[in-house]
Structures are given as structure tokens and as C-alpha cells.
């Protein structure tokens, strides 16, 4: 098996990020802890990349966030799936997978000389 963690494809993180905080309200450290298991830690997101792209969702109303108490007793901010975020969520949901169907519908496809 490698050792090495996958790329993320661009605009896959707000995906998972959706999907991270349809099973429940979190921190951003929960939410990346929620991908790495999702993912058989083959997926590792940076802070950098995971904290500009909460704020986004949240600007684009499809997450809310609030203050809170984490496990280990330290202030943080929990962030809660909205109404539109669900909806947001089915329809790069659905979006994604005709994606990658296309792509393997062209991975498919046998390579002939001209």
C-alpha cells in the first residue's frame, strides 16, 4: 500500500467539508480528524487550506457556526450544517458523482493509433 496521501482535487474539500458536518456539529479539528478516517488517512488537509474554506461556507450561508467547549476542555468554534448547506451538499453530491463517472467512462475507453 503507499505511503503517500492523495492530492485533493480541487473543489472536492468544500465537498467533504459539507459531508464532514452532516453527521454532526464540529470543530475544524473534527472536521479534518472526520476526513482522515473517512478517507483511510489517504486524504491529510492542511489548516491552511481547511480554515479559509470553513469561512467560505459560512459566508455563503451553508454552514453556521457558534462558540463552544471542545472535548479537551479549550474554546472553539462548532460549525453546524444549514438548510441550504444540506441541499448544497445532495447537489455537489450528485455533481460529483457524474464526474467521476465521465472520467472513468473515458478511462475506459481503448487508446487506438492514427
Given amino acids: 500500500m503507499q505511503s503517500e496521501t492523495l492530492e485533493l482535487l480541487r473543489g472536492t474539500l468544500d465537498l467533504l467539508i459539507l459531508r464532514a458536518l452532516k453527521v454532526e456539529p464540529t470543530h475544524g479539528y473534527g472536521v479534518l480528524k472526520w476526513i482522515e478516517r473517512a478517507t483511510g488517512d489517504q486524504l491529510k488537509i492542511e489548516e491552511g487550506s481547511l480554515y479559509p474554506a470553513l469561512y467560505r461556507l459560512q459566508k455563503r450561508g451553508w454552514i453556521s457556526s457558534e462558540w463552544g467547549v471542545s472535548d479537551n476542555n479549550r474554546r472553539a468554534r462548532f460549525y453546524e450544517?444549514?438548510?441550504?448547506?444540506?441541499?448544497?451538499?445532495?447537489?455537489?453530491?450528485?455533481?460529483?458523482?457524474?464526474?467521476a463517472r465521465v472520467v472513468f467512462q473515458a478511462l475506459d475507453v481503448p487508446a487506438h493509433s492514427s
Avoid: K, M, S
Avoid at 453530491?93 to 464526474?99: K, L, P, Q, Y
Fill in 81 to 99: 450544517l444549514t438548510p441550504d448547506g444540506r441541499h448544497q451538499l445532495d447537489a455537489e453530491v450528485a455533481d460529483f458523482v457524474r464526474f
